[in-house]
Nanobody, 126 residues
Framework: QLQLVESGGGLVQAGDSLRLSCGTSGRAFSNYNMGWFRQAPGKEREFVAA????????LYADSVKGRFTISRVNAKSTGYLQMDSLKPEDTAVYYC???????????????????WGQGTQVTVSS
């Protein structure tokens, strides 16, 4: 089992930045692609960003492209989501997730991932 723990969420104002971290343990983080999803109240879980196991490929939702940056440091077993120019519509619980290792295929669907963290709340006020 791979355990994931998110941190770094909080309450910020529109235009501010936050960096979420996803710490992992239990298995080699480098064996997994990593993704971030989010879920706002009353809405379905939606894809935010994903990164291949080695970090060479990334994928972003159109709604965050140019504002969010996903990264990872395998030596630290940690992934990150840098969120800049935050908007009120970014308010949600953010989940870190890990799925099967692949360089050429990065999933944007929850079914493409096997392990999930408990989530961290991000609230952006206007």
């Amino acid at each position: 089992q791979l355990q994931l723990v998110e941190s770094g969420g909080g309450l910020v104002q529109a235009g501010d930045s936050l960096r979420l971290s996803c710490g992992t343990s239990g298995r080699a983080f480098s064996n997994y692609n990593m993704g971030w999803f989010r879920q706002a109240p009353g809405k379905e879980r939606e894809f935010v960003a994903a990164i291949s196991w080695g970090g060479s490929r990334t994928l972003y939702a159109d709604s965050v492209k140019g504002r969010f940056t996903i990264s990872r440091v395998n030596a630290k077993s940690t992934g990150y989501l840098q969120m800049d120019s935050l908007k009120p519509e970014d308010t949600a619980v953010y989940y870190c997730t890990a799925g099967p290792r692949s360089t050429y295929s990065i999933s944007s669907y929850p079914a493409g991932y096997e392990y999930w963290g408990q989530g961290t709340q991000v609230t952006v006020s206007s």
